[in-house]
């Protein structure tokens, strides 16, 4: 079974700075899929970025990108010139890479709080 | 194009009672997945359908039972209500069988009195 630890509970920027929040996880799989999804006040899930496992570059998104360390089974996500619509929940998130499975297995998630 | 829909928005119910919810996919979309979210216990995977079959089941109890119809639409149903059944419920939907993304909807909060 896997597991996804987000250490971090609460998390607060200054609008215009950089956060980096923090995920780990545990698998014996060596192919899956590593996401941060956000959820805003709306409730909605939203995709942010995602990472494939057998990909050593890192994800990037305009603003967003992951430091990712399969070694170290670390998938941390950096928000960059933090915008005041970034406050929300994000959650880190593992799918394992089979011709069937779509269950994704989610961190705790972390309440980040972007301020003026 | 529509984004994943779910209703109804808001629910509360009595214990005992049995509840059913409806999740409309993005059109042309296959797959549904159904998700329980609660304050205590997060996010955990409930089910998956793709081509009106059950393919993943989560660990809950045979309460929670869904299915998939011919046009992708799916509902979840709860039988005999307990308060711990009280949660956010997400749908999620993508194009195919596989490692697509995943589009959620925003959620069917439910409330057992």
């Known amino acids: 079974a896997q597991t996804v630890t987000q250490s971090q509970p609460e998390m607060s920027v200054q609008e215009a700075e950089t956060v980096t929040l923090s995920c780990t996880y545990d698998?014996?799989?060596?192919?899956?899929?590593l996401f941060w999804y956000k959820q805003p006040p709306s409730r909605q899930m939203i995709l942010v970025i995602r990472?494939?496992?057998?990909?050593?570059q890192n994800a990037t998104e305009n603003r967003f990108s992951v430091n990712f360390q399969k070694a170290a089974k670390s998938f941390s996500l950096k928000i960059s010139d933090s915008q005041l619509g970034d406050t929300a929940m994000y959650f880190c998130?593992?799918?394992?890479?089979?011709?069937?499975?779509?269950?994704?297995?989610f961190g705790t998630g972390t309440r980040l709080q972007v301020t003026l | 194009k529509a984004g994943v829909t779910q209703t109804p928005r808001y629910l509360i119910k009595t214990r005992g009672q049995q509840v059913t919810l409806s999740c409309s996919p993005i059109?042309?979309?296959?797959?549904v997945s159904w998700y329980q979210q609660t304050p205590g216990q997060g996010l955990q995977f409930l089910f998956e359908?793709?081509?009106?079959?059950?393919?993943n089941k989560g660990n809950f109890p045979g309460r929670f039972s869904g299915r998939q119809f011919s046009n992708s639409r799916s509902e979840m149903n709860v039988s005999t209500l307990e308060l711990g059944d009280s949660a956010l419920y997400l749908c999620?939907?993508?194009?195919?069988?596989?490692?697509?993304?995943?589009?959620f909807g925003s959620g069917t909060q439910l409330s057992v009195l």
């Open positions: 999620a939907s993508s194009f195919g069988a596989t490692n697509e993304k995943l589009f």
């Open positions: 698998t014996s799989e060596s192919n899956y899929y």
């Open positions: 990472q494939e496992a057998y990909k050593q």
């Open positions: 998130a593992f799918r394992r890479n089979t011709g069937t499975a779509s269950k994704l297995t």
């Open positions: 059109s042309g979309h296959r797959s």
């Open positions: 359908y793709f081509s009106e079959t059950q393919r």
